[in-house]
C-alpha cells in the first residue's frame, strides 16, 4: 500500500541492483525508451496498466517483461509498485502478470505491506496534499474518501491472491511480533533475506524516503492548490512538494507528521473495516489484526485548517507560500478566478462517484 515504506524498499533494490544476479535475483527496470531517467521501481509499468500513458508504451513494456524473464538466470524477479494493490478488477492486471510470468516458468508470489486503515486514510490526505492536489481540509476530504475499497485489505488482494494461486505474505508496518526493521521483516517475509541480507548495511534499515509533510507544510500546499499554480508548473508537482517539505524541515519546522483533524471519523473507518480486515488478517497471519498489527500511538491533530493559527506559525506558512512561488516563478492569478476554478474543481469532484463505476481511486 502507498505509504508504508516502500519508497525506502525500492531504493536499497536498486541500490543493490548490479549484486542481486549473483544471489539468483533480479530487479529489472521495465519501462519504455521515452523514460530516459533511472526509476527505483515500477511506476511506469503500472502506468501503462492504468491508461496513463500512450498504448504503444503497454506493448513496448510488456515485451520487454517477456524479454528480461526470458533471458534471465535468476530464480527470483522483483516487482514493486505501490498501486499495483489499488487497481480496479477489471483491468485484468494480476491474470496478466501471472500468465507472463508462469509463460517462462516463475509463479507470482504477492507480499503486501499494510496499517491501519484510519492511518492509511490520514497518509493518503497528506500525500495528495504533498502533491498539491487538495484545497479541501482533512474532514472533508475524509468524509468522501472512507467508503472507497482502499481500505477493505481483503477485497483489494484477493483478485491478486487468486491470480497467485493463494500464495500471499502480509507485512506489518509495525508487527507486534519483532523489533527488526521494516526492510528486514520485508525481505524475510519474502524469503531474501537470508540470501542478501549481508549486502545491506547498517544505513539502509533506517533509510526514510518519502517522508511524511508537516502542518505547516500541508497548509502551504493547500493554499498553493486554491491559487492554482499547478497549473503554472512543468515539473513534477511532486517537485513543488518535496521543495516544500525541505524547506520547512530545514527551518526546524514541521517535526511531526501531519494528523488530520477528524478523530471522530478516523475512529469509524477503523470500526468500519474492522471485520474486513481481520479476514484479512486470519488468511494471512492466521491471528486477529490486532494480534499481530501495532498500530500508531495515538496523539492530538496537529491540522491548522479551520482553526485559529497562531501568528508565527502563519508568519511559516505565508514564508514556505512565498518561498515557493518565488522558486517556481509563479504568478497570484485574481482571487476571482481562482475561487470560480475552485468551485469548479469541487463539483466535478462530486460528481466523480457518480460517474465511476466502483473504483478504488479516490480523487
Not at 211 to 226: C, K, N
Not at 264 to 281: C, E, K, S, W
Not at 289 to 308: K, M, Q
Not at 324 to 335: D, E, K, N, S
Request: contains cysteine.
Amino acid at each position: 500500500m502507498p505509504r508504508t515504506g516502500s519508497t525506502s524498499l525500492q531504493v536499497v533494490l536498486t541500490h543493490l541492483r548490479p549484486y542481486l544476479p549473483a544471489r539468483g535475483i533480479l530487479y529489472p527496470e521495465i519501462k519504455p525508451r521515452s523514460v530516459a531517467w533511472v526509476s527505483p521501481n515500477h511506476q511506469v509499468l503500472g502506468e501503462t496498466f492504468e491508461g496513463r500513458r500512450p498504448a504503444h508504451e503497454r506493448a513496448e513494456c510488456l515485451a520487454l517483461l517477456a524479454r528480461t524473464l526470458a533471458e534471465t538466470r535468476a530464480d527470483t524477479v522483483i516487482l514493486s509498485y505501490e498501486n499495483f494493490a489499488q487497481y480496479h478488477p477489471r483491468l485484468g492486471v494480476p491474470e496478466l502478470l501471472a500468465s507472463i510470468l508462469s509463460a517462462h516458468g516463475f509463479a507470482m508470489e504477492i507480499a503486501v505491506v499494510v496499517k491501519a486503515p484510519s492511518e492509511q486514510l490520514n497518509s493518503v490526505y497528506s500525500h495528495r496534499a504533498q502533491l498539491i492536489h487538495e484545497t479541501r481540509g482533512f474532514r472533508a476530504y475524509a468524509e468522501r474518501a472512507w467508503p472507497s475499497g482502499w481500505f477493505d485489505y481483503d477485497a483489494l488482494v484477493e483478485p491478486w491472491v487468486a491470480a497467485a494461486q493463494g500464495r500471499i505474505t502480509a507485512i506489518p508496518l509495525r508487527d507486534r511480533r519483532s523489533d527488526a526493521s521494516l526492510l528486514e521483516r520485508v525481505l524475510t517475509g519474502i524469503g531474501l533475506f537470508d540470501r542478501i541480507g549481508d549486502l545491506i548495511g547498517p544505513a539502509d534499515h533506517g533509510l526514510v524516503r518519502n517522508r511524511s509533510p508537516g502542518p505547516i507544510a500541508v497548509e502551504a500546499s493547500r493554499r498553493l492548490r486554491s491559487l492554482r499554480v499547478h497549473r503554472q508548473t512543468r515539473v513534477h508537482t511532486r517537485a513543488i512538494g518535496h521543495f516544500i517539505d525541505e524547506h520547512a524541515w530545514a527551518r526546524g519546522w514541521d517535526p511531526v507528521p501531519f494528523l488530520g483533524d477528524a478523530p471522530d471519523l478516523l475512529r469509524l473507518i477503523d470500526a468500519h473495516y474492522g471485520p474486513t480486515n481481520d479476514r484479512f488478517a486470519r488468511r494471512v497471519w492466521g491471528a486477529p489484526w490486532a494480534a499481530v498489527a501495532r498500530d500508531a500511538t495515538d496523539r492530538e491533530p496537529n491540522e491548522l485548517a479551520g482553526r485559529p493559527i497562531p501568528p508565527e506559525t502563519e508568519e511559516a506558512v505565508a514564508w514556505l507560500m512565498d518561498r515557493t512561488m518565488a522558486h517556481h516563478g509563479f504568478r497570484r492569478p485574481p482571487r476571482w478566478w481562482c475561487q470560480a476554478m475552485n468551485r469548479l474543481e469541487d463539483g466535478a469532484t462530486r460528481l466523480a462517484p457518480l460517474v465511476r463505476t466502483r473504483g478504488w481511486r479516490v480523487t
